[in-house]
């Protein structure tokens, strides 16, 4: 029996990055359950970041948006999941609005659903921490430019896109700080699942590279469909969440955050022998070679 092919440090890379993706979904749902074990079932997912689920919430997003960056090869998929990863850290930092009496010990000076004024301090924090590292990370990309480690067409998209992100989100936050904290989670937690479901169609149908096979097509289209009627429901619903009784904000959520992680398993298991392409251009330079 022939050994199994050794895999480089390139493929473990990609394919651990995958899996700690999917397994970032796995840490939000087990930090939920936990909280809502004293707390209870909250409207939304968004909710637990006002529970003992916050540092693990938090955490997961961070490593998610790192992960994509690393994850986002080229063309146009390189663009979506760059433009996700800057999303994702503002859905961690940027709370949610939340309604008198939802969430125990959380007081709200509104009638409606509006921002815990208690919590301001830390959105200042978090928001000033993200303006810094977004960028320095936009001037390390440059220097890497400088450097000719990457070329700037590669990454001019990405790069015009974050520096516009970034302006946007300081000027709101210093001149309209009352809008950002009503409709900025909302926002961008809208804007993240619009580029992923972009992302799970552009894996479905790609340009440039073969396409994958039959089977891995259909569920990357169902997943693409799924994300797009959630977020429509997502957008439809949140203003009449608070009526129902039932938490169907928090049911939505928690669709998406199920169909993000299969994305990730299924490309994971589709990927999984993908070559590394430094080997993949080293056999074919050698078949050239060969008489």
């Avoid at 760059?82 to 009638?111: H, K, M, N, Q, W």
């Amino acid at each position: 029996m022939a050994p199994p092919p050794v895999s480089t440090s390139l493929e473990r890379t990609y394919r651990y990055l995958r899996i700690g993706v999917a397994g970032a979904v796995v840490v939000i749902f087990t930090a939920v359950g936990v909280a809502a074990a004293s707390v209870g079932w909250l409207t939304s997912v968004s909710d637990y970041y006002y529970t003992s689920a916050r540092d693990a919430f938090v955490g997961a997003l961070v490593a998610v948006a790192l992960a994509l960056v690393a994850l986002s090869g080229r063309g146009a998929e390189r663009f979506l999941l760059d433009a996700a990863a800057v999303f994702a850290p503002l859905i961690a930092v940027v709370p949610t609005t939340v309604v008198p009496g939802s969430i125990p010990g959380v007081e709200v000076a509104c009638d409606g659903r509006c921002f815990p004024s208690g919590y301001e301090a830390d959105a200042a924090t978090g928001v000033t921490t993200y303006l810094i590292v977004g960028a320095l990370t936009v001037l390390v990309a440059l220097l890497l430019v400088a450097l000719r480690q990457t070329s700037l067409a590669s990454i001019a998209a990405s790069l015009v896109f974050t520096v516009a992100v970034l302006v946007a989100v300081a000027l709101t936050w210093s001149f309209a700080r009352g809008l950002f904290l009503d409709q900025g989670h909302f926002i961008v937690t809208v804007a993240f699942f619009g580029l992923f479901a972009a992302v799970t169609i552009r894996n479905a149908f790609p340009r440039r590279e073969a396409p994958p096979p039959p089977v891995f097509r259909v569920i990357y289209t169902a997943i693409a469909v799924g994300l797009a009627l959630l977020l429509v429901l997502y957008v439809v619903l949140l203003p009449q969440a608070d009526a129902t009784g039932v938490p169907v904000v928090l049911i939505t959520e928690a669709a998406a955050l199920v169909l993000f992680f299969a994305f990730w398993v299924v490309q994971g298991i589709e990927k999984w022998r993908d070559p590394d392409p430094r080997l993949a251009v080293a056999a074919q330079t050698e078949r050239a070679r060969t008489p």
